[in-house]
């Protein structure tokens, strides 16, 4: 049974509410905005490709991007050329920036297929008007994760073999045995399903922009893409059925790649690593700084492109409501962690902690704690989650927090380990900020012409969500996809 | 139908209407009629459709069912034949069936090809990639992933008439009717 498209403003029963409850009702903002119909709608987000004169901070804002892409260019380049050695790790600390940057993208890829596939079996229809471009973000977010083990292999062409299972010619296979090649499947996998979702998706938008655009160029480059979709009752049909089985497989696959991250430390003996409760752990984290990014991105795109209407402060409420949540279990991991090292009475593990809070870089575990522990409680109030601005910056603050988060996890539990004469300290090249500047250059490259060559919200899903999308007598609605 | 040299020349007769309750309404009355060769066109899904125009249940979710266990019991042989016969390694005393570690890429190959037979077979069954189809020859039709809602009856139904289905179209009162050439 679909829901009642606007179940909050108009409850059948208003009589036998408290007046409390209904006060609490006016305040819950809309889905979209009141007064849309399906012409408004499309020409809302048709326009923004198709029409609209591009706001001069698109410019600004690609150029920016773009300088920075080329950064990574060069870097990739003097990579090849040179090796690995040009990166700051080296025994003991063997793994930095190349895995905190692989945990940290990948991770914010997942709030993309949480909103896109999970909120979509809760039926929870807020969904729908950012499930489209933070899916994009997933893309690109993975897209950028997956440079740095790549690239970590220094020469990734020699690497194939190890990496997939192929016929070659030294007869060699891949250890199925280890977490690293788990992560490969993981990663590849999830990588190839969030792009036939996101297309699947796109399909029925492509043709409406093939319908809407006016010049030939336009016609002719959506028209091949929407691949002859003629928006066919039993076309729908059977796009319905996979557009459900398809979120019904996304769902426990984000969860899985997550947790397979996590085994690649988990699986080890490294103390900080070496704990159970890693997945749940690292998939809390995954959503929680997801959801920053998304917020990131979407408060200055409804600003740019005016789709304050169709991104309402309903969206903004409950994506704040989602880091809170998700941000109260990883505070609720960092002390698990604590207890845990104590509880175990083991020298190592006691260390270790130690070392996090007091060693020399103590500063970043309190920083993470202060911000995805102490700066999060914030959003408990409803004056700051009104605030838009505002959040923009305390999202942005998250994504730190997090990025912190796997620095302390990785660089710290490395670089003192069980033998003391092999300490020592790690500190980043300039190539290893060549490298992480240059992503976040080809992430935002990316989601810049995305956002300006296709449609950022999905069209006909927003459909569903005006009034008239209901059928008047009665019975089931339209089907909220 | 050759004898028939008027509608040999169209596909169907297309009618227009600018909300889904008209069109789930017009949908049944031409099914109630015993009309069968229609489909409808809307800007999207609408559920109702589907018991209006009599459609059956498709075949993906099975479908895609077969493409998971296909994917899920490669990815397993394809570690079992690897790990333990053609290449078998002791890795810390482990049996070379060590199936526990085997577990996660089984997962995701099980999910990887059920994923592509979603989207191969949903193609596939709608017929698509089709860039020509006769539907697209009708003005209005631009419309139909926009804010239109059409019912289209096609020429091949046993019960079509070019002037009958015309005036039975029009009786149901849509922004109006049009020849859809083939």
Sequence with gaps: MAQPQQPLQAPPEAGSMTAAHRELLARTPEVIAPGHSFGSVTDKVAGIVLTHRTPIGWFLGFGVAFLFLMVLNVTIVKLLFTGIGIWGNNIPVGWAFDIINFVWWIGIGHAGTLISAILLLFRQQWRTSINRFAEAMTLFAVACAAMFPLLHTGRPWLAAYWLFPYPNTMQLWPQFRSPLIWDVFAVTTYFTVSLLFWFTGLIPDLATLRDTAQSKFGQRTFGVLALGWRGSARHWQRYETIYLILAGLSTPLVLSVHTVVSFDFAVSNVPGWHATFFPPYFVAGAIYSGFAMVMTLAVPMRAAFKLDDLITMRHIHNMTKIMLATGMIVAYAYVNEVFYAWYSGNLYEQFMMQNRQTGPYGPFYWMLIAINACMIELFWFRKVRDNVVLLFILSLLVNVGMWLERFVIIVVSLHRDFLPSSWDMYAPTRWDFGMFTGTIGLFLSLFFLFVRLLPAISIFEVRTLVPEARLRHGGASAHPL | ?182
Aim: with cysteine.
């Design chain 2, 1 to 182: 139908m050759a004898h028939e040299p008027e509608t040999a020349m169209i596909h169907g007769l297309m009618a227009e209407f600018d909300n889904p309750t008209d069109l789930v309404d017009a949908a049944n009355s031409a099914r109630l009629a015993g009309y069968t060769a229609m489909d409808a066109y809307t800007p999207f899904p609408i559920e109702e459709l589907d018991d209006a125009l009599g459609l059956k249940k498709n075949p993906l979710p099975l479908i895609i069912l077969l493409g998971g266990i296909a994917g899920g019991t490669g990815g397993y042989f394809l570690e079992y034949w690897t790990q333990v016969i053609t290449w078998p390694m002791n890795i810390g005393g482990r049996p070379f069936h060590s199936w526990p570690h085997f577990i996660p890429v089984t997962f995701e190959c099980t999910v990887l090809v059920a994923s592509f037979a979603a989207f191969i077979g949903m193609l596939a069954l709608n017929g698509l990639p089709k860039p020509y189809h006769p539907v697209f020859n009708v003005p209005a039709f631009d419309r139909a992933s926009r804010d239109r809602f059409f019912l289209c009856i096609e020429a091949a139904d046993p019960r079509f008439d070019r002037h009958a289905t015309e005036s039975f179209l029009k009786d149901l009162h849509p922004l109006g009717v049009s020849e859809v050439a083939a």
